[in-house]
């Protein structure tokens, strides 16, 4: 708590004075009275989230129908529910209206029928590829005119490569445009935003893609600070030419966008105290309550949950049938020695049963493995169980392979799915104690090997970082780098730097070395920032492997960066996308000396450049909350300060 405090220093000379048992017991009745008046003034109680059951008689959601829009009106007959589809969905639909309509096109807007506020807003959506409409998932509020407010991710037109994201009161507007891995019109994704009073964060896949707060560049409005409702809408442009020049011009045609999920967990007020139900130990203090959106939780002491690392976890057991499989494979191993190895038949399936059940909204936020194949073509599906019933429906794994979505052949692969993926109906228990896994045909038989399968509460807060690269190499770092490449290069550069690190993506390659090293034991990941500009000729990502050297510069273990980053690189002069690689993930150990990191482009062809920059060791942050991370601080940590601060002032009294 050191920064948040003024040093404390006694007036007092020798003798000193030494407070008696009286005044230390007054100072104690002062500092509990203080703890009760501030928990009386907020309740622990975290209320229920609210869940998307994809059915017409949900009465948490509300199709629009009547109100007209600059082109369009809503109407409830273009909101369909399609329970047969793969995922179940709900469509929303642009179309030609019946003539006796107050316009000539209808369009669907579909909403949560209770106003909420701060926390996380989750849709897993398809957007449309077609001139003159407008895909969007958003939070709106319920005023109108200039009190109207928005957080959002819009989809424009036929620009189904990019996404925008922002927000807008009556102060001003924010609006970022975001490059997108997949089309978003050829699969569902998962768009999710955090929302608080200070800042809002937006993510895609899982992955953060930014953070926007008051007088974020770019705007100095306030972030929306009122009630409202979760939507989502489908509608024409408005006619008017600058929306025809940003939207196309609508041709009449009928279309639809899709929505699978469509999720609000509020933010808790207050820490809980876990009952005798709380989920599986995660081996954190106790202090933690997971029910905390990531702005408001600490950023330490919060252990994934282990159910496979070389053996099964705590309270874990293998309840797989006809499966051939083993849980000691020495075959393929991550970071250790073994691994869970699977044989892929008809009739195979492998299950892990939990001894005590994980409650889905009170306690992890994802699933994360590691896998490896011998082929490409592993199709298989992953679903969570509470005894019998299963939860939601199955998920596809290769939506979580990131651009590829494919396996790369004998290449180890880190998966991760938010929870909120697997949506569990309303009518069911909101625990799960069994995780399985079954192929999914025609796919090609063959061998798949799992390793660090966890439950994480999500990704740590960082703290204090040191730079390798910042406008130069830092003391005691060489460049080792082959092929056509800079280490000075202003043409493009990341946060107000001066220059940054040019690589051309064709036989070249970023190898920077330390002659000492440094141990993981004292740093948790390698941070960098990134841009790419791509031969014109080529679209989406460079194929790039990272990797770290060992043993005075041996190449240890390397990966796709793709693993980390499930966006489109920014390619536009002055965006940079941030990457954060744990060594753990490398298999690094204690004890062990990295010497150094590098990135290469293994394709055999010329394409684009790359400009790195920033890049950092950096730490996992202390308790209280990240120095990275301010906007998103913990109002229960400061508090804490506070009391803390006024207990040791009391007993200075």
Request: aromatic share 12%; hydrophobic share 35%; with cysteine.
């Amino acid at each position: 708590f050191s920064r948040h405090l003024l040093p404390i220093t006694s007036p007092f000379t020798t003798p000193v004075f030494i407070p008696s048992q009286t005044m230390v017991r007054a100072s104690l009745l002062v500092l509990l009275s203080i703890i009760s008046i501030i928990r009386a003034a907020d309740p622990i109680v975290c209320p229920d989230p609210i869940l998307f059951t994809n059915s017409d008689t949900d009465t948490n959601f509300v199709a629009s129908n009547g109100e007209q829009q600059s082109t369009c009106y809503y109407s409830a007959d273009h909101v369909v529910f399609d329970a047969g589809s793969n995922p179940p969905a709900v469509n929303l639909g642009i179309g030609e209206a019946p003539a006796t309509a107050p316009m000539p096109v209808a369009c669907a807007h579909y909403r949560m029928a209770t106003q909420t506020k701060f926390g996380r807003y989750t849709c897993k959506m398809k957007a449309q590829n077609a001139p003159g409409v407008v895909s969007s998932c958003y939070w709106g509020s319920a005023t109108s005119g200039s009190s109207y407010q928005e957080i959002y991710f819009r989809f424009y037109g036929t620009n189904n490569t990019r996404v925008h994201i922002g927000y807008y009161t009556s102060a001003g507007t924010f609006d970022k445009e975001i490059p997108l891995t997949l089309p978003s019109d050829e699969a569902f994704q998962t768009y999710t935003f955090e929302y608080n009073n200070n800042a809002v964060r937006w993510f895609i896949n899982g992955i953060a893609q930014f953070t926007a707060s008051t007088g974020t560049a770019g705007t100095t409005a306030a972030i929306p600070n009122i009630n409202g409702f979760f939507r989502v809408s489908y509608l024409t442009s408005n006619g008017q030419p600058a929306e025809d020049m940003k939207y196309g011009i609508y041709n009449g045609a009928t279309s639809t966008i899709s929505v699978a999920n469509f999720t609000y967990v509020p933010t808790c007020s207050s820490s809980i105290d876990l009952s005798s139900e709380a989920p599986i130990d995660t081996g954190s203090s106790g202090e933690q309550n997971p029910n905390l959106p990531p702005w408001e939780r600490k950023c330490t002491k919060l252990a994934p949950f282990t159910i496979y690392d070389e053996v099964l976890g705590n309270g874990i057991t293998d309840t797989s049938d006809n499966s051939l499989r083993n849980l000691k494979s020495t075959d393929q191993a991550l970071s250790g020695s073994v691994s869970f190895s699977w044989t892929i038949e008809e009739t195979s399936k492998l299950s892990l049963s939990m001894a005590k059940p994980v409650l889905l909204k009170d306690s992890f936020w994802a699933l994360e493995m590691w896998l490896l194949s011998d082929n490409t073509n592993k199709q298989v599906k992953i679903a969570i169980y509470s005894g019998s019933t299963m939860l939601g429906s199955p998920l596809a794994l290769s939506d979580y392979f990131g651009p590829s979505s494919t396996l790369v052949p004998w290449q180890w692969m880190r998966v991760q799915i938010p929870l909120a993926d697997f949506r569990a109906e309303s009518d069911i228990v909101d625990s799960f104690n069994r995780i399985e896994l079954t192929p999914t045909f025609p796919a090609f038989f063959g061998e798949l090997w799992l390793d660090k399968i966890i439950l994480t509460h999500g990704t740590p807060c960082l703290g204090k970082s040191q730079f390798i690269y910042e406008d130069g190499l830092a003391e005691g770092w060489t460049d080792n780098s082959w092929g056509t490449r800079s280490l000075a290069s202003s043409d493009v550069t990341a946060g107000g730097s001066t220059s940054a690190i040019y690589m051309r993506l064709y036989k070249s390659g970023i190898r920077l070395h330390n002659n000492n090293g440094i141990s993981p034991n004292d740093w948790y990941a390698i941070t960098f920032d990134l841009q790419v500009q791509r031969t014109p000729t080529l679209v989406g990502n460079p194929t790039l492997n990272v990797g770290i050297t060992h043993n005075g510069g041996q190449d240890y273990k390397s990966y796709p960066l793709a693993n980390y980053y499930s966006g489109r690189f920014p390619e536009k002069a002055g965006e940079f996308v941030t990457v954060t690689i744990p060594f753990a993930d490398f298999g690094a150990y204690q004890g062990m000396t990295i010497n150094g990191f590098w990135l290469q482009d293994p394709v055999d062809n010329d394409e684009g450049k790359l400009f790195v920059d920033n890049i950092r060791l950096q730490q996992v942050a202390p308790d209280v909350e990240s120095e990275d991370d301010s906007s998103f601080a913990s109002p229960i940590a400061k508090c804490s300060v506070a009391l803390v601060a006024i207990a040791a002032a009391s007993l200075m009294l």
